[in-house]
């Protein structure tokens, strides 16, 4: 059995299902009541959460519905949200589109939190860094002629260009093509920065495939670490939600929910 199907194994025992894929989005929710709200978020995205024979939204491993469970909380507490000691957030939506001015499908982060123009966009990873990766790019980027030739993150996308697999479970390609959107001035947005979070077993240590993940989103980090146009934060679930369960007995008993669902050791 793969890495993989083990842990969609315990996520279904974690929650007693028979299935991987749950029959209505609704059951993927630890708020279910609230359904209708994300759904017609999800619904205006690019990413195909909710198409298909087998919506990837269903699946017990789906980063979108662990993005959406984790973060929703925070709409109707949006003051007190911070995420790795930032904080002062006016709003929070999911798959907020970003055209990149090349045409094509626009990235969308699967998380955006507002502050004044001053965004952090979150990229949320489940199960993905699983499979292994291989930057590819739509000739369009080579046309790109302002100040983003100038970003870090630039001399990263020529990088990978040249050597697409540059990096085996991280996939950085899709950060660069964020970060051609978020940074395309049309969108006149302020020190934007993305968030890149990630989820482990607790026993990550024990995988190669967790460790060499881990050592690959510090290598990005450091490619592209003091950009004027996109920062960039990299941060584990486990770590994110042990900082909200220090807020208030509120967020607390959130985190316990969620771990109540995603938290698991494979043994």
Same mark, same amino acid.
């Given at each position: 059995?793969?890495?993989?199907?083990?842990?969609?194994?315990?996520?279904?025992?974690?929650?007693?299902?028979?299935?991987?894929?749950?029959?209505?989005?609704?059951?993927?929710?630890?708020?279910?009541?609230?359904?209708?709200?994300?759904?017609?978020?999800?619904?205006?995205?690019?990413?195909?959460?909710?198409?298909?024979?087998?919506?990837?939204?269903?699946?017990?491993?789906?980063?979108?519905?662990?993005?959406?469970?984790?973060?929703?909380?925070?709409?109707?507490?949006?003051?007190?949200?911070?995420?790795?000691?930032?904080?002062?957030?006016?709003?929070?939506?999911?798959?907020?589109?970003?055209?990149?001015?090349?045409?094509?499908?626009?990235?969308?982060?699967?998380?955006?939190?507002?502050?004044?123009? +001053?965004? $952090?966009?979150?990229?949320?990873?489940? *199960?993905?860094? #699983? =499979?292994?990766?291989? /930057?590819?790019?739509?000739?369009?980027?080579?046309?790109?002629?302002?100040?983003?030739?100038?970003?870090?993150?630039?001399?990263?996308?020529?990088?990978?260009?040249?050597?697409?697999?540059?990096?085996?479970?991280?996939?950085?390609?899709?950060?660069?093509?964020?970060?051609?959107?978020?940074?395309?001035?049309?969108?006149?947005?302020?020190?934007?920065?993305?968030?890149?979070?990630?989820?482990?077993?607790?026993?990550?240590?024990?995988?190669?495939?967790?460790?060499?993940?881990?050592?690959?989103?510090?290598?990005? +980090?450091? $490619?592209?670490?003091?950009?004027?146009? *996109?920062?960039? #934060? =990299?941060?584990?679930? /486990?770590?994110?939600?042990?900082?909200?369960?220090?807020?208030?007995?509120?967020?607390?008993?959130?985190?316990?929910?969620?771990?109540?669902?995603?938290?698991?050791?494979?043994?």
């Amino acid at each position: 059995m793969t890495l993989r199907r083990r842990i969609e194994a315990a996520l279904r025992a974690k929650r007693g299902l028979d299935d991987t894929y749950v029959k209505r989005p609704e059951d993927n929710l630890l708020f279910p009541e609230r359904a209708s709200e994300v759904l017609q978020s999800l619904g205006s995205g690019s990413g195909g959460e909710l198409t298909g024979a087998h919506p990837k939204f269903h699946s017990v491993g789906s980063s979108s519905a662990l993005a959406v469970n984790s973060f929703f909380y925070w709409t109707d507490h949006i003051d007190e949200l911070k995420i790795a000691d930032h904080s002062g957030f006016k709003s929070l939506d999911f798959e907020r589109k970003f055209t990149s001015g090349l045409g094509g499908t626009p990235p969308n982060p699967d998380v955006y939190l507002d502050r004044n123009n +001053r965004p $952090i966009c979150v990229e949320a990873k489940f *199960l993905e860094p #699983l =499979a292994q990766k291989k /930057a590819q790019f739509n000739e369009s980027y080579d046309q790109i002629a302002d100040a983003r030739t100038s970003s870090k993150w630039y001399v990263l996308y020529d990088t990978l260009k040249k050597a697409p697999e540059t990096f085996t479970w991280l996939d950085a390609a899709q950060l660069v093509k964020h970060f051609f959107g978020i940074t395309n001035r049309k969108h006149d947005l302020l020190n934007p920065q993305l968030a890149y979070v990630y989820w482990e077993p607790t026993d990550a240590s024990r995988f190669v495939e967790y460790r060499e993940h881990r050592d690959e989103v510090e290598r990005l +980090r450091e $490619i592209v670490d003091g950009d004027s146009l *996109l920062g960039f #934060l =990299a941060i584990r679930y /486990a770590d994110l939600w042990n900082e909200w369960s220090e807020l208030n007995p509120q967020a607390a008993n959130h985190v316990e929910r969620l771990r109540g669902w995603y938290e698991i050791a494979l043994g």
